[in-house]
Nanobody, 120 residues
Framework: QVQLVESGGGLVQAGGSLRLSCAASGSISTFNAMGWFRQAPGKKRELVAD???????NYASSVKGRFTISNDNAKNTVHLQMNSLKPEDTAVYYC??????????????WGQGTQVTVSS
């Protein structure tokens, strides 16, 4: 069973930066992709960014140019660098790992989440 553990959340003022990390209990190179999702109160969970096993990245339009996802295969860790944070970035951020099932990327594994709060 793969375990994902997030860290790095906290309280920051608007315009500030945070770096989230996700440590996996196994090799992340075996997954089709790693990703970061977020869920704000009363809203659906949304994909923030993901990175494929081939290092292709994808970002939500709301964070493009401000957030950067990266992986460290040697340390089985995925990072999310968040710059120019806005109050609307406030949410619980979740790390996830995906496998391909019948050709479809399926997010099978989830971390427990870390709170990010951006004050105005």
């Amino acid at each position: 069973q793969v375990q994902l553990v997030e860290s790095g959340g906290g309280l920051v003022q608007a315009g500030g930066s945070l770096r989230l990390s996700c440590a996996a209990s196994g090799s992340i190179s075996t997954f089709n992709a790693m990703g970061w999702f977020r869920q704000a109160p009363g809203k659906k969970r949304e994909l923030v960014a993901d990175i494929s096993s081939g290092d292709s990245t994808n970002y939500a339009s709301s964070v493009k140019g401000r957030f950067t996802i990266s992986n460290d295969n040697a340390k089985n860790t995925v990072h999310l660098q968040m710059n120019s944070l806005k109050p609307e970035d406030t949410a619980v951020y979740y790390c996830a790992a995906a496998r391909l099932r019948v050709g479809v990327r399926t997010w099978d594994y989830w971390g427990q989440g870390t709170q990010v709060t951006v004050s105005s």
